[in-house]
């Protein structure tokens, strides 16, 4: 769905293109290069995702969890953020950005302001979990709102690959059911034979509207100790934990986990 905006954010484009590369060409650390914006969806009232063109069918070059750092300038200042593509790392012709957009954040203002066919500056890559096949006997992902973006090319690498047979039991903390996102694509890898989804949401008073299928699974309220230790003693295999979310939620999550007995070796923090 494009993005019918008519207040656009002021950008000075001559001073972007004076620094950063000018033309689609490879993803660089140290040098902004410009891309294509082919689409935009909306897919909650403040989050979106965005698709950027990659020349011919080349692929972003991204290792599995590593972030890009986006540039924008808003009024004459200029602003850095960085997000991890929720596209698989071998996508070819493109790359996706989920984005949750605040009503006073000045990068928000910029990234509220795009439309299909507009240039982007991004630079990268940075981060990433090392990840090899098989190399876990289960992971269990902790998420909070666009903190599973970094988890879903992780688990689309592991059900893309018929030789790794690692377990995967996602956990997605939104507010809402409304508030989860890309529920199709959830729902898809739900069905390979080593993959559970599981949600927790925060302002759901009762699972009783929620569509069947969901309802076993989810929980309401917040992602507590109690609950974590619930899903460690669930899983298949001894698990190893990836944790994503804002500050908070990192922070309350990793205590959680030491608490239960985790050491820190057990887990890994985005």
């Known amino acids: 769905m494009k993005s019918p905006r008519k207040l656009r954010a002021i950008i ?8 950063c590369k000018s033309s ?6 140290d040098t902004f290069t410009a891309f294509k914006i082919s689409s935009v969806e909306q897919l909650t009232e403040d989050t979106y995702q965005y698709k950027f063109e990659l020349p011919g069918n080349n692929s972003l070059g991204l290792s599995l969890g590593q972030h890009i750092v986006l540039r924008g300038m808003v009024n004459g200042l200029e602003v850095q953020r960085a997000y991890t593509p929720v596209s698989p790392v071998n996508a070819e012709g493109y790359f996706e950005v989920l984005i949750k957009c605040y009503k006073a954040g000045l990068m928000s203002q910029y ?25 876990y006997g289960e992971l ?26 690692t377990f995967i039991t996602l956990v997605g903390c939104f507010r809402t059911f409304e508030n989860i996102y890309l529920k199709p694509l959830l729902q ?17 008073s009762s699972l009783e509207k929620l569509p069947w299928s ?8 917040h992602l507590t100790e109690n609950l974590i230790k619930k899903m460690i003693n669930s899983c298949r ?10 500050v908070e939620f990192n922070e309350d999550m990793t205590r959680c986990l030491k608490a239960i007995g985790l050491k820190e070796d057990s887990y890994f923090v985005f």
């Open 237 to 246: 295999r001894k698990p190893f934990v990836l944790i994503c979310g804002s």
């Open 188 to 204: 898809d890898q739900s069905r390979y034979w080593n993959v559970r989804t599981c949600y927790v949401l925060s302002q759901e």
């Open 140 to 165: 269990l992902m902790l998420a909070s709102g666009t903190g599973i973006a970094p988890m879903l090319p992780i688990l689309q690498y592991i059900t893309e690959n018929e030789d790794d047979e």
């Open 214 to 221: 969901y309802q076993e699974n989810t929980h309401t309220g």
């Open 111 to 135: 990234i509220k302001s795009w439309i299909e066919g507009d240039t982007v500056f991004w630079r990268g890559p940075f981060g990433g979990f090392p990840y090899s096949p098989n190399q």
């Open 24 to 29: 689609n060409s490879e993803l660089n650390p």
């Open 12 to 19: 000075n484009f001559t001073t972007l293109r004076s620094q």
